[in-house]
């Protein structure tokens, strides 16, 4: 089955400025308390009796509450459903959890995969706030919050002949924002898909400390080598969290 690469319709939705979708519809329009089974998501419409569109939702089935999404809210996904040969069967390979967060819920959303690279949306119940893509063509690896719940770090990785490189995204949980994740003792970035990282920890509200191999230069030997040694090497960087967002 061929599925839509999301890049296209990133580049799509970016120069014509459909991120902002309609202005009175939420991107999660309808969560409740559930006692169904997991299952399936499912494609819904219903007809507009007074302009006779036809409104899409995608209603996701979690453990203890169903969620209801709005793709008139969503841009990016409702593209790439448009784009897939069979939407159905896109829909149901889409997988939807809920991430065990104080104070607010914040909810993962996996589509569009591709050999066990997958693109990734995020959302939250608040009404002004509109689901963010954090990723594409990657694969989830885990996610880290801060002490105080204020911001979310996201772990995506892509393996490259073996070699699993990964990614960070920030996100302000109180702005609902990518933030940048800055490193102070160099201006060179360690987190875009540029070397392992094999353990993210929080050494203050606002600072990360990255674990890495040591490597003199990464390449797929050189990882190899290190990854099947019996006295392995790490190295260290602090990255600190910039309350500038990368949208301004």
């Not at 008139?72 to 459903?81: F, H």
């Not at 060179?188 to 191999?213: A, C, F, M, Q």
């Amino acid at each position: 089955m061929k599925y839509i690469s999301l890049a296209f319709f990133i580049c799509i939705i970016f120069l014509f400025g459909l991120v902002a979708c309609s202005d009175n519809n939420d991107a999660i329009i309808k969560k409740v308390e559930s006692a169904e089974e997991v299952k399936d998501p499912v494609l819904i419409e219903e007809v507009d009796e007074k302009d006779e569109e036809v409104d899409q939702y995608i209603e996701f089935f979690l453990e203890d509450e169903q969620l209801t999404i709005n793709l008139n809210r969503v841009a990016i996904l409702d593209y790439y459903l448009q784009g897939a040969e069979n939407r159905e069967e896109a829909i149901r390979n889409m997988n939807m959890q809920r991430l065990p967060i104080e104070e607010q819920p914040v909810y993962l959303l996996e589509f569009s995969c591709i050999n066990d690279r997958c693109s990734y949306l995020i959302f939250n119940d608040n009404e002004s706030n509109a689901a963010i893509l954090l990723a594409d063509v990657a694969g989830y690896s885990n996610y880290y919050v801060s002490p105080n719940n204020e911001n979310i770090i996201f772990q995506f990785i892509r393996e490259s002949q073996n070699v699993p490189l990964s990614h960070l995204v920030s996100i302000d949980l109180d702005e609902w924002s990518v933030v940048s994740l800055i490193m102070p003792e160099s201006d060179d970035t360690i987190i875009e898909y540029t070397r392992p990282i094999l353990g993210v920890d929080w050494i203050n509200d606002h600072e990360i400390r990255i674990k890495s191999p040591k490597l003199d230069e990464l390449t797929i030997q050189s990882y190899r080598s290190w990854n099947e040694s019996e006295e392995k090497k790490y190295e260290h960087h602090t990255m600190i969290i910039s309350k500038k967002s990368n949208n301004d």
